[in-house]
């Protein structure tokens, strides 16, 4: 492209409208390497900086781990909550044989 427009140039009578095709196809081609260049820079920032982008798994991975956390979170109130209703339970039981063994003893007479 301005390899065949300089050739052109350099001949002894150039033709302008060959010199001008040549060079429109060059600045034609020229905006569409910065335009795909503009496109990869943007892409590598979002990359580079972990931000969701277009074909990335990013916002699949935060939402995956936000579950796992929840998760363990629940797992772990659960198992407080299971010894909290074993102490109660362990409670009632003791409560309950006192009582029983309260009623089984004759009164006692001064």
């Known amino acids: 492209m301005i390899g065949q427009a ?3 140039l350099s001949k002894d009578k150039p ?5 001008e095709a040549h060079v429109n196809q060059f600045r034609q081609t020229l905006t569409n390497v910065e335009t795909e260049l503009a496109k990869q820079i943007n892409y590598l920032t979002q990359v580079s900086t972990g931000q969701a982008h277009e074909g990335s798994s990013y916002n699949s991975q935060k939402t995956l ?3 796992m956390h929840r998760l363990d979170h629940t797992k ?3 198992s407080e909550l299971e010894a909290i209703k074993s102490k109660h339970i362990q409670l009632l039981q003791q409560h309950q044989l006192q009582k029983q063994q309260g009623m089984q003893q004759p009164p006692q007479s001064s």
């Open 15 to 19: 033709a302008n409208k060959q010199v």
């Open 65 to 67: 781990q936000m579950a």
């Open 6 to 8: 300089l050739t052109e």
């Open 76 to 78: 772990t109130r659960v």
